[in-house]
């Protein structure tokens, strides 16, 4: 049996070290997902993983995933569901990932295929740990409210949520039940698509409160103050984000990558970043994002939501290369 290191205040993932076995095969799932459900993130070292025993493990704990249609990434496998990290060398603030959109994964998994000599360790957070540490101020100001996603549509957009590429306003007032979105017409003809969440959520396997949105990206490296925004439609305030990057940035903690490194991170909870890297060329860096076998979905998300029905690749951007 692998031997099994709880957390500890400085390293938040449980590690899951290799005593005689070879591949991640022959880790016990229901130990693996016992560990998940409890701690929310595993780091497994030294099991000589490849590409292969790492599609088949993701793939059983989570029978469907989605594509992150960002741009950055190499798409590995022919289903669009491994794909590389963002291949740029820019440190990246903490986010869960693809909370900009409503079908955010249950699930992050990332294995280092060859990790660079310098740089790029990937951090971690825990978000009920830093919902816990907020200043009094914010998380009051959070509590109870929400968060806004407001974007724009394309007629592929349309298309694929609603049938048509032309809706009238009749269908855009009562989208069919499987649309994970509101919709507006603007004044100037355009059609604006919305969902929102709770500004501090319960994850799917505690009951305590948890900061993890994308809030932090979008203000710390997309620059932007205006995206999510609080249910009255205002911004946060910036003393507000501030403050949670302070304290999420003393909560981080590195994984320093080995070769053949798989981790593991529960997206309803945790929170991921990366340091920046001196040479991106030689950091590799393969991911997939699922939904769980085992999962208690979000009540927020529609029923029988089709990314958990089958794979899910959301209609691309043609305005974004």
């Given at each position: 049996m692998a031997r099994v290191h709880l957390p500890l205040p400085q390293f938040p993932l449980v590690r899951i070290e290799a005593e005689g076995e070879r591949t991640i095969d022959t880790l016990a799932h229901g130990e693996v997902i016992a560990l998940y459900k409890a701690h929310g993130a595993l780091l497994l070292r030294g099991f000589d993983a490849d590409l292969d025993a790492f599609a088949r493990f993701t793939r059983t704990l989570c029978?469907?995933?989605?594509?992150?249609?960002?741009?950055?990434?190499?798409?590995?496998?022919?289903?669009?569901?491994?794909?590389?990290?963002?291949?740029?060398?820019?440190?990246?603030?903490?986010?869960?990932?693809?909370?900009?959109?409503?079908?955010?994964?249950?699930?992050?998994?990332?294995?280092?295929?060859?990790?660079?000599?310098?740089?790029?360790?990937?951090?971690?957070?825990?978000?009920?740990?830093?919902?816990a540490a907020l200043p009094p101020e914010v998380q009051r100001g959070l509590s109870g409210r929400r968060l806004v996603y407001a974007m724009p549509t394309w007629p592929e957009l349309m298309q694929f949520w609603l049938g048509t590429p032309s809706p009238n306003d009749a269908l855009l007032?009562?989208?069919?039940?499987?649309?994970?979105?509101?919709?507006?017409?603007?004044?100037?003809?355009?059609?604006?698509?919305?969902?929102?969440?709770?500004?501090?959520?319960?994850?799917?396997?505690?009951?305590?409160?948890?900061?993890?949105?994308?809030?932090?990206?979008?203000?710390?490296?997309?620059?932007?103050?205006?995206?999510?925004?609080?249910?009255?439609?205002?911004?946060?305030?910036?003393?507000?984000?501030?403050?949670?990057?302070?304290?999420?940035?003393?909560?981080?903690?590195?994984?320093?990558?080995?070769?053949?490194?798989v981790v593991m991170l529960d997206n309803t909870r945790f929170m991921h970043g990366r340091r920046p890297i001196d040479d991106p060329a030689e950091r590799h860096i393969i991911t997939y994002f699922g939904y769980l076998a085992c999962a208690q979905p979000d009540p927020e998300e529609v029923p029988d939501a089709p990314w958990r029905r089958r794979d899910f690749a959301p209609p691309a951007n043609p305005r974004v290369a």
């Open positions: 029978p469907t995933a989605v594509k992150n249609e960002s741009p950055g990434r190499v798409t590995i496998d022919t289903t669009g569901t491994i794909q590389s990290v963002n291949l740029g060398g820019d440190a990246f603030p903490l986010h869960p990932e693809l909370s900009r959109e409503p079908w955010k994964p249950d699930t992050a998994f990332f294995i280092c295929m060859q990790p660079p000599a310098q740089g790029g360790e990937t951090t971690v957070c825990d978000g009920v740990a830093l919902a007032a009562a989208p069919p039940p499987s649309c994970p979105y509101e919709f507006r017409r603007m004044s100037d003809g355009s059609i604006a698509r919305l969902f929102s969440r709770p500004a501090l959520h319960k994850p799917m396997f505690t009951d305590e409160p948890a900061f993890g949105n994308f809030l932090l990206f979008a203000r710390f490296y997309n620059g932007r103050g205006d995206f999510p925004l609080l249910d009255d439609y205002t911004p946060v305030p910036e003393d507000w984000l501030q403050a949670i990057k302070a304290r999420g940035d003393r909560l981080s903690h590195p994984v320093a990558w080995q070769t053949g490194d």
